[in-house]
DNA sequence: CGCTAAAGTCCAATATACCGTACATATGAT
DNA sequence: ATCATATGTACGGTATATTGGACTTTAGCG
């Protein structure tokens, strides 16, 4: 059996999939890069990335920017993102959400969502106070690393999970190992409670809320949070946790009750 | 010079560019196909369009959405997109800037930009009077079509112009032809003036403004518009245009920076 | 000036991606 | 039952996309 994960062995890439590598790196690297960097910084060939890019170029996926031939992605990705937007319109009623939340708690509300095997924040609402968020809107954080991934995951079996999540994930920030096992009895956990809370393991003052939202079939398809500094967190945690539940059940698509037809 | 159209003779086709022929075809018809409408619809061999659908599905640049197999736009398209507003920051100026002409003119507000060879509209701000605008937001639509259209192409050569606009844009609507020369001096004559009017084609009763929005090269990088009932906007039309000119000025100063991270 | 490294272009070899075609399955009409 | 249409799968041939490497060009630097 191949290994279907990436890049293992000498093989060739497919275009397709190094396109996608490519765009993906920009994303993360949130910064205009010349081929050459790109190829370089992903381990392709640089004559590959240069023909990937002058095709991703012409199709507006890509755009040169910041001069020196330096390139970023494009409007077309806006478009479609554009277009993603509209069709799940999740979007209107999640800043609504999370408006009242932040409004209701004073505190940072968050909307999280997988990104592949990654944890990322789509939207934010900063609370009153302005300490500093660790994670920015946008950037892909290891899944066991928050509070959130515990139910993002929660869907899928114990093994499915630790394939799905890479295990260098596993180690946290501070360099410390998170025993996968000890996840795996937190999502359950989470999975039971339909929220989980923690002391941030990215930060050391902050205490995270999560709750689940889930799609029309009922599973968990994204999240919403609340970050606050600690004692606050502790202190209000059941008002919070109450407000956290009302706003999911706003988004949440109702699971189609069976009803008589 | 490559023709850089699409499918002209019967070569085979690169993955990359069908992969992509399949999603913006999915954003113009704007719901969820199953892989085989897909191919009939496109013209594409259908083992061809099934091989690309699943390579899109794996990379979450497709999903399953509408059950029986079908598939539409995906949350990483999403993501990708989001990283591109955020890195070219126009939004949230557009937005502030298009709520203060709709409040001025009390008519329909409009950001547009090219999406490859065809004119969309990417923000609109609904004026007073809700009367049926012919263009969505997102939707695409043949440059000629539209006053915006004359600005955004001003930078190019007549020559250029013709090869870059797809001769049966020239088609209009009601089903006549316009002049591509006419259309050449009407640009010509827009980019002299910084702006262009008419009553539009689309429709028998609205007059549009448009004026240019100009990146830090000076290129024109994308307009703005108002859509105005025609008598309303002939009898306004110094100020409607005064009002734009500001506008536009607001956002051509600081179109395209790139913020900190 | 050479010398070095980075950045971009060009080209042929070959692994393989694209595509035609056949096959499988379901549904519905006749 | 037979035919027709829509949908998805499987497979092999060949056109070609990917790739390593050679080759330019540019830039920095002692």
Tied chains: 1, 2.
């Excluded at 993360?28 to 170029?57: D, H």
């Excluded at 968050?110 to 900063?126: A, P």
């Excluded at 600690?230 to 988004?251: F, I, V």
Aim: charged share 25%; proline share 5%; with cysteine.
């Amino acid at each position: 059996m191949d290994a279907l994960s990436d890049d293992a062995g000498g093989k060739r890439a497919r275009g397709l999939d190094r396109a996608f590598e490519i765009l993906d790196f920009l994303r993360q690297k949130r910064q205009a890069l010349k081929p050459n960097e790109i190829a370089a910084q992903i381990g392709a060939p640089r004559s590959s990335v240069y023909e990937l890019v002058n095709l991703l170029l012409r199709n507006g996926i890509l755009e040169f920017t910041g001069g020196e031939g330096r390139v970023y992605l494009g409007r077309k990705l806006y478009f479609l993102g554009a277009a993603y937007e509209n069709h799940f319109d999740f979007t209107r009623e999640c800043e609504a959400v999370l408006e009242r939340l932040a409004d209701e708690t004073r505190e940072t509300a968050q909307f999280c969502m997988l990104d592949g095997n990654k944890y990322t924040v789509v939207r934010m609402r900063e609370g009153a106070r302005p300490f500093r968020i660790s994670t920015d809107v946008g950037q892909s954080v290891p899944i066991p690393w928050t509070a959130s991934g515990r139910l993002l995951v929660a869907h899928m079996s114990n093994e499915d999970i630790l394939t799905f999540i890479p295990p260098q994930d596993f180690c946290l920030p501070s360099g410390e190992w998170l025993d996968p096992q000890a996840f795996l009895a937190e999502v359950r956990q989470a999975e039971r409670d339909g929220l989980f809370t923690f002391n941030s393991i990215v930060d050391s003052f902050t205490h995270c809320f999560a709750v689940p939202v889930t799609d029309e079939e009922g599973h968990v398809a994204a999240t919403l949070c609340l970050v606050a500094p600690r004692d606050d967190g502790l202190a209000n945690r059941e008002r919070y946790l109450d407000c956290l539940k009302d706003a999911a059940r706003g988004l949440s698509h109702a699971p189609a009750r069976p009803k008589r037809s």
